[in-house]
């Protein structure tokens, strides 16, 4: 989302942030949606003493897993940090809500941020996440759009190196199947697949799933110029988007609901669309501190036999016993801050923070990668949704009107970038800069986590630059007098971390996402922006004059001076902070989502795509947690009776003492 629109949900949010700040009071604040759609919202007094899996993290991919894996007979606990949004409902609900009554900038939302990025000249970067069922899915923009089969297939390369298993896991046939399982497609209504010219090709997606995919109810004339313009300076109309090809230009499906004109999101699409199941409960506000760890006597991992968490930092910590499973579904940052906690991570991170470490995993946090997207704007007199929305008309009342979203994108290769002979040249600079750029660009000293910087580069380099996209473009028409156009850096390869520095799990997250540390990612999102200012060219007499960031920005200088300074900011799509990568470099987790030296803990969100996708992460988030869902109940761990003290740091102590006296034994013989 560029500076404008980003402005705009923070001025929505914080106007609106003294309705709802404060933690509702009494039951009574839960019955909004009535009975049957919360039945499995629990108090935390109904909280059973055991279950077979425990979910931290009710987002986007804990509700897909809490919904899959009580479809058998299975106990499910959920624990989110959050609210459950019943409070805030209708803002969530009314998919235009995502930008004029955001709940970014509220009680539901984490409002993390960057720490100062020094290449943003020491800008700090917003990062919401949502604090609330249904996570980042309950805020999100909901751009429909899937990553390209080349991606998905580089992603089973480079875990099948070491993982036989991955190759029949997570191919491109596999996560298509899987992201179509969560859909049921509707085709746009004629009347706006006519105006907004809209092209598209059903059998790219699902139908029947529980999640809606569709068109927003009305469309604004300029959406039916976006192909054609986008033609004019070369870049085609494609008419079968999300099929596994992203380059070109076309109007994404959203997930809206026809039916109501409602948002489909992982928890009205999976929890509310559910008869009541007594076997699933989901306990909201409920922060996991850490997972509870015991050794096993033959030794094939810790096993997680309790998870704990707490009401706030002020309430008493509790536990809950697992049978079966630990799914960490925290997100990009959530996920790795929850392994930290409980000692796994870093060696020099968890020391720093006072944690003590149970398992080395170099890897945790590693690998940050986001998109950053910055904006052109220009003056509009054409009627865009913010002017249709001032006139507050009955029709700006209609559910329709207020169904409508921005939909309008293209993904462009470095030659649309760079011009061919440039791309060349382009290439040929980042293939020369691979060295140095793995000696110095990863936070971590720890050689396997250079290793994996150094396979994430040559992926992108050597299969990413020719046949999938470098930059995405967004036009946005939902403010009034002003139309803008984002251009999005998609395969960043800058990569940064999250980490603790303290013991205490209330305490913030640190992320440091290292943006623009290689030079590739300022030169790519330079270009995007003269692309979109092209593009504002071949849509001519529909725009006024260019407001921001105006024609004093003219120079490669000038445009990097003003990314810098004001024009990057983050598209919200963080990835690959627990990659699925060979331990050897630096992964969290393998071809079956478990945590490396663990038994019985996986994750299973946003934080294991090894690399950042050239798309918005939902559609690829929702596959993944069915395809969890498959694999889990495939195999899924029991956690043994056993009458073994749990962990203590003491034994990993004890362990460390027999080791130095065997070294000493040795030196000795
Ligand atoms: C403003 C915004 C706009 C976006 N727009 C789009 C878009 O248009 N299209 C698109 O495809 N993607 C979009 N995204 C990205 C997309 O929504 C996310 O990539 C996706 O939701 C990630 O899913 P997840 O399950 O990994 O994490 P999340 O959905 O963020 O879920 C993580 C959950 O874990 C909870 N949690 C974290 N830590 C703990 C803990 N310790 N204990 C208990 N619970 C915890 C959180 O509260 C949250 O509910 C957007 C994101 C944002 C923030
Ligand atoms: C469900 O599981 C429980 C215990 O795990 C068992 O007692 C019960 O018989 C099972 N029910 C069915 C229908 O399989
Ligand atoms: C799929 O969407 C259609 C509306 O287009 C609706 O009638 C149908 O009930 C939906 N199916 C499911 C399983 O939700
Ligand atoms: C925009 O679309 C309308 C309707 O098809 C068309 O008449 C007009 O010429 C287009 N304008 C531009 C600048 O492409
Ligand atoms: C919209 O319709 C779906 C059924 O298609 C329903 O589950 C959901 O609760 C409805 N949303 C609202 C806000 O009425
Ligand atoms: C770049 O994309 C265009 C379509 O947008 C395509 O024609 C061209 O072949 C692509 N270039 C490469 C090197 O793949
Ligand atoms: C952790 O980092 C934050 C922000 O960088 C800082 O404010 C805080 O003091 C640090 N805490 C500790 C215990 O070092």
Known sequence: MKTRKLLLLFATGLAHSSLCSGRPSGDSAYSTRGTLKTR?????????????????????AGLVLA????????????????????????????????????????????????????????????????????????????????????EVNAWQQVITSQDQDAATKWGWDEMYAAMKKAENFTEPLPAVATVGNIQWDSSTHGSGGPMSVSYPGITMQIIGNWTSSLNAIGVPTLSNPNGGVTLGGFITPSTINPTNWTRSYSRSAYIESLPPRSNLHILPEATVTRVLFREQAAFEGWIADRVEFAQSADTSRRTVKVRREVILTGGSVGSPKILMNSGFGPRDVLANAGVTMIEELPGVGQHLQDHLTAGVAWQSTLETAGNIRDSNSDFANSPEFRSFINDAVAFVNITRLFGTDGASAFKQQILDAFQTSAATIPPSRDPSVTEGYKAIYETIASKFYDQTAQAEFLMSVMSSGTISIQAALQHPLSQGRVYINSSDPFEPVIIDPNYFSHFADVTILRQGVKVVRALGAALGTLLGPEISPGPGVQTDEDIEAWLRQEGANSQFHPSSSCGMLPRAQGGVVDSKLRVYGAANVRVADSSVFPFEFAAHLASATYGLAEQAAVIIQAEPYTVPNSAMTTIRPLSVTALSWLLVLWAGIQFLI
Request: no cysteine.
């Open 67 to 150: 919904s899959r894996l009580s479809e058998k007979n299975n106990t499910v606990l959920v624990l989110e940090a959050g609210l459950t949004g019943d409070e805030v409902a209708d803002r969530i609900d009314t998919p235009s809500g995502a930008y004029y009554s955001s709940i970014v900038g509220t009680d539901y939302d984490w409002g993390h941020v960057t720490v100062p990025q020094p290449n943003l000249n020491g800008r700090i970067v917003s990062w919401p996440r949502g604090k609330i069922l249904g996570g980042s899915s309950a805020m999100n923009a909901m751009y429909l759009v899937r990553p390209a089969e080349e």
């Open 40 to 60: 499995e919202i629990i108090g935390e007094d109904q909280i059973s003493d055991a279950y077979d899996y425990v979910i931290a993290g009710g987002g986007l």
